[in-house]
C-alpha cells in the first residue's frame, strides 16, 4: 500500500513539474501579482485560464520537439515514454486556448480598437520574440534563438516579463475603461525587475545544462566563461541591477518598510540558491527550487498587498 501511494505521489509531481503545470500556475500568479501592484482590477477568469494554457503549451511543444535530442535526463526520458499522451493532451490544450482568444478577442474588440500603437506593439512583440525562440520559418534563413546560447536566457526573461507584466496591465487597464493611463516609470521598472529576476533564472538552468551544451557546442554563458566566471561577470551584476531597480520600483509606489521586505524576499533566496549552488542536481530540484522562486515572487507580491497596510 506504501509503496502504490509513493509511486502515485512520484507520478503526480512528475506531471505536475516536467508537465509544465507548475509553470503555468506560476505565470497566472505574477499576472495576479502585477494588477495588484499597480492597483488595477483583476482580470477575468479566462484571461487567466489563456495564460496558463499558453505557458503550459509553450514548454510542452519545446520537450516534445526535443525528444529525439541525446539527452537522457529524467525529463527528456519521461517525455519519451509518455510521447503519445502528451502529444493528444497538447492538442486538446491547443484547441481550448485558441477557443478562449476568439473569445477573448470578441469580449475585448471595442477596447482593441481604442490601444495605442505603443499598446498594439507590445501586445504582438512578445509573442513573436517567444515563436522566435522555438521555430524558425525555413524561409526565413535564420535559426532559432534557442541555437544561440547567449542571448537565449535573456529571450526567457524577456518573454515571461512581457506576459506577466505587459498583459496583465494592458488588459485590466482596458476593463477599468482607462487604456491610455498606464503608469509609464513605475511599469517600465516592474518590466526591467522581471526581466532581470527571470533571466537569471534561465541563466542558472544553462549552468545545470552547461556539460550537455558544451557537448552540443551551443555557446551558453557557462561554455564561453565558465561556471564560476558566469556567476562573477554575468549573475552578480545582474543581481546588483535588480536590486537597484526593485527599490526605485519601491520608491516610486510608496510601499510601506514592510511591503518591501516582503517583495524582497524572493530576491534575497535567489541569492541564497546562487550561493549555495552545487553541482550534479537533478532537473526537479531546478524546477522545484529555482523555478519556484517564480511562484515565491508572486506570492510575496499579493500577499504584501493583501494583507499589509500601506
Avoid at 124 to 141: C, D, G, H, N
Wanted: aromatic fraction near 20%.
Amino acid at each position: 500500500m506504501f509503496n502504490n501511494k509513493y509511486l502515485l505521489l512520484n507520478k503526480f509531481i512528475k506531471v505536475f513539474f516536467y508537465g509544465n503545470i507548475f509553470l503555468g500556475i506560476c505565470a497566472v500568479a505574477l499576472c495576479v501579482e502585477t494588477n495588484l501592484l499597480f492597483n488595477i482590477v483583476l482580470n477575468t477568469f479566462p484571461f487567466y485560464l489563456f495564460i496558463f494554457f499558453c505557458t503550459c503549451i509553450y514548454y510542452t511543444m519545446i520537450y516534445v520537439r526535443s525528444v529525439k535530442a541525446k539527452n537522457y535526463n529524467d525529463r527528456t526520458l519521461w517525455y519519451r515514454k509518455n510521447f503519445i499522451p502528451i502529444k493528444k493532451i497538447l492538442k486538446i490544450s491547443i484547441v481550448i486556448t485558441i477557443a478562449l482568444a476568439v473569445f477573448l478577442l470578441s469580449q475585448n474588440r471595442d477596447t482593441i480598437v481604442s490601444l495605442s500603437p505603443l499598446q498594439i506593439i507590445l501586445s504582438v512583440i512578445f509573442p513573436l520574440i517567444a515563436a522566435w525562440y522555438t521555430f524558425s520559418p525555413a524561409f526565413f534563413r535564420i535559426k532559432k534563438i534557442r541555437h544561440t546560447g547567449w542571448i537565449k536566457p535573456f529571450i526567457v526573461g524577456l518573454t515571461w516579463a512581457g506576459m506577466v507584466t505587459v498583459y496583465s496591465v494592458i488588459t485590466g487597464l482596458a476593463q477599468m475603461g482607462e487604456t491610455g493611463n498606464i503608469p509609464f516609470w513605475p511599469f517600465l521598472l516592474l518590466l526591467l525587475q522581471n526581466f532581470l529576476f527571470f533571466s537569471v533564472n534561465a541563466i542558472i538552468f544553462d549552468i545545470k545544462d552547461y556539460r550537455t551544451d558544451s557537448f552540443h557546442q551551443l555557446k551558453t554563458y557557462p561554455v564561453i566563461l565558465g561556471v564560476r566566471n558566469t556567476f562573477r561577470f554575468i549573475i552578480f551584476p545582474m543581481l546588483v541591477l535588480n536590486f537597484i531597480v526593485f527599490f526605485l520600483f519601491q520608491f516610486y509606489l510608496h510601499f510601506s518598510p514592510l511591503q518591501t521586505f516582503i517583495q524582497l524576499i524572493p530576491h534575497l533566496l535567489l541569492i541564497y540558491i546562487i550561493l549555495n549552488h552545487r553541482q550534479q542536481r537533478s532537473v526537479l530540484y531546478y524546477l522545484a527550487a529555482v523555478d519556484g522562486l517564480v511562484f515565491v515572487k508572486a506570492f510575496c507580491g499579493i500577499t504584501s498587498i493583501l494583507f499589509i497596510k500601506n
